[in-house]
Every structure is written in structure tokens, then in C-alpha cells.
């Protein structure tokens, strides 16, 4: 009997060092071994009560369950690892370091109640600076996550260096319903202004790379290395989370999606309860199609803002951004920040109205629009901006612009005849003015940034500030017109601080920092 108490105290040796030198796989391997016999010894100590001290037993076996979820939450095995945790309190509800662990595996979720309740009673046990700084975590996210009140100003105003912010799981007004336009969709649930933040949230993982020069042989190796290391890592995850997969199961796979239900957004909360989930199986090929119609990469004003190398590039599953639709006059936008996606509107969204992004650059072009939606995503747009188009550009005044756009010497003169057009067309106002001005952007961007081109047919076309506006209004709000903006503000009197300039940025950046960053952006954009 005393061999077989060394061979356990050997096994549970093992297990630990292996433990210690972030060996995971192989330390599970042996608890699993230790655990099994240590509660074969608790078995038979029913019939034999003297055999073993059933105490001591208990207490290794407290420690080896600890020490197993520890593993497991480094592996991203949350679901064992917390069931693991909780075999262990069942032993000793208060020990200690399990409920450290479980803590961390909660934080880690989004569980950040219940994740603070585990580091009080932690706390009680043994008074700590670690646990405070756990509980103050807790409550800085519990409170972004409740209120959707993000602030990332002294990250910018450090110039993005440091560890990156920590972020909660936010859901704002929005729900998820059927689109006119196919399929399903994201709507607001009230009107919200231009910046007001929508959804952020985690990916459910992420592949990164710094790519070599587009076009060549390693470039083309790099991009499929990191897709590869991105598809793993989710076939991964949905195979050891049933929630997981099932959120996973639930976006469009681009084909034959009629039978998809509109999910409850209940679900996509992180305290969402197990019952919602079934158990079901991977299937490589069904994940596959979804990743390939879902997934994101992330964009240009992304790597920009953050101060990245323009050769980086990354590519990630979001649930909840997945379901926003493309339109050619997007009102929402993204920032990524670490492995969060930041979802906010780009202009004023009233309740009910569909939330959309711009898959690709809108201020083009109906044609080059519809030419890009097909080749390279597969769909025709049919967004208001797209049914009006639709019709104007029928007109042989139009097609007369946009095959001088086309052309391109004479910029200045497609937008000066764009608005001499508008004026004549006593339909076209407003909004469709400005659908038809982010159209050929390009020529007024071409006038705006040239004195000679403004002296020559500045009278002819609006000012800056109105021009920007009512593109920005009828398309969102986009880095290059705040870009134009603040240079022409800086050129005539060095003020870019202007409220036109701050509602633009918070379009384009979101309602993420204090006006003194803002400006910094504004600047750096």
C-alpha cells in the first residue's frame, strides 16, 4: 500500500513540474491519471475506512482539479476548465486558489459579476493587492459593459504605446432582424448620433501577419499561413465550446441560409446560460463556408490609427458584426483595437433603420461599384443610393460625366457640370446631392486640394465645409473627408477645432476619446 501512496505522490509530482514549465497538454495528461486513482482510493475507503485518510485524499485531489483548470484555461479549454474549478470548490469551497482561477477563466468571459464575486470571497481568505486588482478590473469592465461608456484617451495621447486597452463585451440598441434587402440583418432599436457606440466585442479569434511586398511568391505563402494558423484556431475553439459553435452555426454560409432563424440577442450576452446551447459537432466543411463569408479583415484607418506598420494585416471572426450588411451608403463603422472590433455609427441613425458597413470604397462610381460587388464579393447592391443611381445615371448627361470622370484630366470640369446638373434637377436634393458628390469625390478632391483648381472654379461648387457635410451625411462619415477638411482648414487659417471637424471625427473614430485625443487623430489621420 505504502508503493502505491509513493506512486501517487511521484504522479502528482510530475504533473505539477510539467505544470510549471507550461508543458499543458502533457501535465492533463498525468492529472487525469492522478485524479482517476485518487478517487478510486475514495472509492474503496467505504468498505476499508482505515485504508487512507480520506482527508488528505481530498485535499490532493482539491489541488489536482486546481491545478488541471489552470492548464485548461491556458489551452482556451474554458468549459472544462470551469467545471474543474467547480469540482474543486465542491471539495473546499473556500480554497483559495481555485477561486483565483475561476475568477480569471469568468474575467477572461465576460462574466464580470460573477467573476467578481469569486475574487471577494478570494479576498476574505487571504487580503491581497493582486485580489483588489482583480476587483477593480471587474468593475471598470462591469461598468463599459453596462453603459457602453468607453474611454481610450490616454492610450491615444500616449501615442497607442503600452499594453492595449482592456475592453468589455457591449451590446447597444440594436437587434438582429430581417433585412429587406435578404437574409438577416442588424437594426438600431433608437435613434443614436452620429459616434455613438453599437457593439464591442471580442473575436472569437484572430490570425495575424506582417505581409512581404504584395504580388510575389511570399507574400501569397504568408496570406495562406495565416489563414491557416486563423481556420485552426477556430476549428479549435468550437470543438471544446458547444456555445462556441453554436454562435458560430448560426451566420450565413452565403447559401441555401432560408431556413436560418433571427437569433435572440440574449444569446450573444457572455452570462447567456448553457440550456441555450445544444450539443453538436464540428463540421470542417460547413465552418469553412461560414469563416470564407463572414470573416473580416482588418481595415487600412484600423492599422493607421494605431500606428501599425502598413504591411500588417489581420483577419478575425466577430459574431454580432457578422450579421451588418454592405450598403452603399454605410452609416456605421469599425475600429479594431487588439482583438476587439469597435463598432460604432458614421452618421446620424434614426430607430429602426438597417446598421450597415462599406465592404469596399463607396465614394466611387455606380458603375465601379457594381463592378466591385460582383467580381470580388459576389452580390449586386440594391441600396437606396444604388436604386437612385440606378435611374440617373440612365440620363446621357450623366453618362457624359462620368465618361470625362473616366478619362480624368479635366477634374475640376466633372465637378463643376456634376453641380451645374444637380441644379437643374429639382429632384435631386439633400441626400441625393450628396449620394451623387461622393460619387465623383475624386474630382472635388482634386479642386479642394489644388489653390490653382479652387481660384479657377471655386465660385462653381460649394465650399469645403458644406461639401464634406452633405457627402458625410449621405454616405457616413469617412477618414478622407475628415483628412481633406482638417488640410484645407489648416491652409486658410490653421483652426481645425471647428464642431464640423469634431462631429466628422466622431463618425469616423467613434465616441471612444476626450476632445484633446480627438484632435490628435484628427491630425494624424
Known sequence: MEETMQDLQTLRHKAL??????????????????????????????????????????KSLCLAFCNRAEARFRLRDFSLALDDCDRALELERGHFKTLLCKGKILLHLHRYAKASDCFKLALELHKNTEMNGFLSRCKKLEFQSRTGHFDLTDWVLNGFRGKTPELAEYVGPVQIKESENGGRGLFATKNVEAGSLLVVTEALAVGRAILPEAGDDSSRSAHLAMWKDFVEKILDASAKCKRTLHLIYMLSMGEDDQDLKV?????????????????EKPDT????????????????????????????????????????????????????????????????????????????????????????AKTQWGFCCNCRRCRFEDVIFCKEDMREIERRFESGPDMDEVAVRLEE???????????????????????????IASERLTRRVGRRIPAVEMLVNNAAEATGADHRLL?????RLQKNNGGTETECVMKLARGVFGKVVKQQAMRMLCLNV
Open 17 to 58: 513540474e510539467l505544470l510549471l514549465m507550461e508543458e499543458w497538454k502533457s501535465s492533463i495528461h498525468l492529472y487525469d491519471q492522478f485524479i482517476s486513482l485518487c478517487e478510486t482510493r475514495l472509492s474503496n475507503t467505504h468498505s476499508d475506512p482505515g485504508d487512507e485518510n480520506v482527508s488528505k485524499i481530498n
Open 263 to 279: 437569433p435572440e440577442m440574449n444569446l450573444f450576452r457572455p452570462d447567456a446560460e448553457d440550456h441555450f446551447f445544444h450539443e
Open 285 to 372: 466543411d460547413r465552418i469553412l463556408k461560414i469563416l470564407d463569408v463572414n470573416s473580416l479583415t482588418e481595415d487600412s484607418v484600423s492599422a493607421n490609427v494605431l500606428g501599425r506598420n502598413m504591411d500588417y494585416c489581420a483577419v478575425g471572426l466577430w459574431i454580432l458584426p457578422s450579421f451588418i450588411n454592405h450598403a452603399c451608403n454605410p452609416n456605421a463603422r469599425r475600429l479594431h483595437i487588439g482583438d476587439h472590433i469597435v463598432v460604432h455609427t458614421s452618421r446620424d441613425v434614426k430607430a429602426g433603420e438597417e446598421i450597415s458597413f462599406a465592404y469596399f470604397d463607396v465614394l466611387l462610381p455606380l458603375k465601379k461599384r457594381r463592378e466591385i
Open 421 to 447: 446638373l444637380m441644379k437643374k434637377w429639382i429632384l435631386v436634393k439633400g441626400t441625393e446631392k450628396g449620394f451623387l458628390r461622393a460619387s465623383f469625390w475624386a474630382a472635388f478632391a482634386d479642386v
Open 483 to 487: 483628412k481633406l477638411l482638417v488640410e
